[in-house]
T-cell receptor
């Protein structure tokens, strides 16, 4: 079974440009999460999809960030326009929808560098 | 406001020794406490998790100790091996299907 995949693995863009990150969750996982780790600090929650619906987007830093999950499969996270403080590693995770305690499986992350 | 405080930031342990990483939380509504292990270039991977109805959980060389009254939990790695060298994160949530609140991470180095 394929794990969570993320693309690209690394992106370097200039301030003001746009970047789109993609996450493909494990097949059949209805929960999809985005997290971000900035400059060696703690990993912070950005948002949570249940299928194609945004369940919780309380962690999104501002309206420069737009997440979508069309058809409840893969998800994209767009940053437009990018700022220097957006640099960090963006992780995607997925888990089954069933009730109970299931681990969140993480992708390898996308390292975003804004110069 | 950081809700999960993790210490130490880095730790060096001799091979065969015991590695201990500590975390403290603030929100008493948390009821799921996982530890994640992350190797360079990889995403975090669940190592072991505990719920507050037990005080200890052991899986192989890894043990979580949980103190509900003190709002603290710790990871113990017995007989630490060089392959255990990684960054370890504690986390907490109100169940596994909600957002995880993370500690800042501990970079563990096991010296041969």
């Amino acid at each position: 079974e394929a794990g969570v995949t993320q693309f690209p693995s690394h992106s370097v863009i200039e301030k003001g440009q746009t970047v789109t990150l993609r996450c493909d969750p494990i097949s059949g996982h209805d929960n999809l999460y985005w997290y971000r780790r900035v400059m060696g600090k703690e990993i912070k929650f950005l948002l949570h999809f249940v299928k194609e619906s945004k369940q919780d987007e309380s962690g999104m830093p501002n309206n420069r960030f737009l997440a979508e999950r069309t058809g409840g499969t893969y998800s994209t996270l767009k940053v437009q326009p990018a700022e220097l403080e957006d640099s960090g590693v963006y992780f995607c995770a997925s888990s089954p929808l069933n009730r109970g305690f299931y681990e969140q499986y993480f992708g390898p992350g996308t390292r975003l560098t804004v110069t | 406001q950081q809700q999960v405080k993790q210490s130490p930031q880095s730790l060096i342990v001799q091979k065969g020794g015991i590695s201990i990483i500590n975390c403290a939380y603030e929100n008493t509504a948390f009821d799921y406490f996982p530890w994640y292990q992350q190797f360079p270039g990889k995403g975090p991977a669940l190592l072991i998790a505990i719920r507050p109805d037990v005080s200890e959980k052991k899986e192989g060389r890894f043990t979580i100790s949980f103190n509900k009254s003190a709002k603290q939990f710790s990871l113990h790695i017995m007989d630490s091996q060089p392959g255990d060298s990684a960054t370890y994160f504690c986390a907490a949530s109100m169940n596994s299907n909600y957002q995880l609140i993370w500690g800042a991470g501990t970079k563990l180095i096991i010296k041969p």
